[in-house]
């Protein structure tokens, strides 16, 4: 069963920075391409980045560009989420998910539970 789980949330001051990590078990991950989403209360879920199973494509929002990098370490079963820069409009539950497939197009195999990332002074 796919699961995944995601660490590295927390208070950071407008400005800093945080990594998050999205770590994977009983499934290679390395087989998936993985997301970033995050979401506010009363709002949808928005989709943040997302990496290749191989990691030679991702993509980012346009908000995020600049400033978040994703990358992934298959050997470690985890994916990233280098996040500098945070705004104050970056705070949100942030959820990773596995695709069905090894690009970014492929629908949703599994959800983490959510880290929260609160940016403020």
């Known amino acids: 069963q796919l699961q995944l789980v995601e660490s590295g949330g927390g208070l950071v001051q407008p400005g800093g920075s945080l990594r998050l990590s999205c770590e994977g078990s009983?499934?290679?991950?390395?087989?998936?391409?993985i997301g970033w989403f995050r979401q506010t209360p009363g709002n949808e879920r928005e989709g943040v980045s997302c990496?290749?199973?191989?990691?030679?494509?991702?993509t980012y929002t346009d908000s995020v560009k600049g400033r978040f990098t994703i990358s992934r370490d298959n050997a470690k079963n985890t994916v990233y989420l280098q996040m500098n820069s945070l705004k104050s409009e970056d705070t949100a539950v942030y959820y990773c998910?596995?695709?069905?497939?090894?690009?970014?197009?492929?629908?949703?195999?599994?959800w983490g539970q959510g880290t929260q990332v609160t940016v403020s002074s």
């Open positions: 998910a596995a695709s069905r497939s090894s690009y970014c197009s492929g629908t949703i195999a599994s």
């Open positions: 009983g499934f290679t991950l390395g087989d998936h391409a």
């Open positions: 990496i290749s199973s191989t990691g030679d494509k991702s």
